[in-house]
C-alpha cells in the first residue's frame, strides 16, 4: 500500500507519456492510412507497373518484424542518408511503415467488396474514376474497412512500445524508469498495464458504436434509394 501511495507523485509523468503514446500511434497511423490507400489504389490498377511494387512493400514491411524496422531507420537510414534521425521520428517511420502495410489490404478488400456491377454502372452514367471512389465505392467500402482498421490502430498503439528501445521516453519507458527510480516493484507496471487496456479498449467500443452507426447509415440509404 505504501509503495501505491508513493507512486502518485510520478502520475502527472504517466499521463504525459500516456500523451506521447497516444500521439505517436495516432500520427503513425494517420500516415500508415494515407500510404495504405495510395498502395491499395496501386494494387487495385490492373497496371504490374504500379501492383507489383505496392505488392512488394506490402510483403517485405508485413513479414520483417517491427523491432527491426525500428532499427533499420534508427540505426541504419543516417548510414545511407547521411543525417540523424531522432527516436520520435524512427519510430513514427517504422510505425507508419507496418501500419501502411497493413492497411494497404484492408482498403484494397474494401474496394473489391464493391462489386463490379457497380463499378460498370457508374462509369456508364458519365463519373470519372475519383468520381466513383468518391460517390459509390468509398462509402460502402468503409463498411469493411472500419472494424480491421479499430484493430490495427491497437495493434500499433502497443506496438509503440518498443520506441522506448531506441530512447524515446513513452508510457512503457516512463513506467520502467519509475519503477528504477522507485527502488524496483510491479505496481507502476501494473498501472502502466491498466492504462493501455483502457485506451484500448475505449477505442475498441468508439470503432463498434462507429460501425454500428455506419451500418444503420448505410441501410438507410439502401431502403430509400436515394443513392
Given amino acids: 500500500m505504501h509503495e501505491t501511495y508513493g507512486l502518485l507523485e510520478y502520475m502527472p509523468s504517466v499521463f504525459r507519456a500516456l500523451g506521447l503514446t497516444i500521439w505517436l500511434s495516432w500520427l503513425s497511423l494517420i500516415i500508415g492510412a494515407v500510404g495504405g490507400l495510395v498502395l491499395a489504389l496501386m494494387r487495385t490498377s490492373g497496371w504490374r507497373v504500379l501492383s507489383v511494387p505496392a505488392l512488394l512493400y506490402v510483403e517485405i514491411f508485413r513479414s520483417i518484424p517491427i ?4 532499427f533499420f531507420f534508427f540505426y ?18 517504422a510505425l507508419s511503415a507496418h501500419a501502411s502495410a497493413l ?3 484492408v482498403i484494397r478488400a474494401g474496394i473489391e467488396s464493391v462489386g463490379r ?10 463519373m470519372t474514376y475519383g468520381q466513383v471512389m468518391r460517390h459509390v465505392v468509398g462509402p460502402q ?17 502497443k506496438e509503440s512500445s518498443i520506441a522506448s528501445i531506441i530512447g524515446y521516453v513513452e508510457l512503457t519507458a516512463t513506467g520502467l524508469l519509475i519503477r528504477e527510480a522507485h527502488g524496483g516493484g510491479f505496481a507502476i507496471l501494473g498501472i502502466i498495464a491498466i ?7 475505449a477505442i475498441s467500443l468508439a470503432g463498434g458504436a462507429l460501425e454500428r452507426r455506419m451500418k444503420i ?5 439502401h431502403m430509400d434509394g436515394t443513392r
Wanted: proline share 5%; glycine share 10%.
Fill in 67 to 70: 523491432l527491426i524496422i525500428l
Fill in 103 to 105: 492497411m494497404t489490404e
Fill in 195 to 201: 492504462l493501455y487496456f483502457i485506451v484500448c479498449y
Fill in 76 to 93: 541504419g537510414a543516417p548510414l545511407v542518408l547521411g543525417i540523424n534521425v531522432s527516436a520520435f521520428a524512427a519510430a513514427t517511420a
Fill in 117 to 126: 456491377g457497380q463499378w460498370e454502372a457508374a462509369q456508364s452514367s458519365g
Fill in 217 to 221: 447509415a448505410g441501410s438507410g440509404l
Fill in 141 to 157: 467500402s468503409m463498411q469493411v474497412i472500419l472494424p480491421p482498421s479499430v484493430n490495427i490502430y491497437i495493434m500499433i498503439l
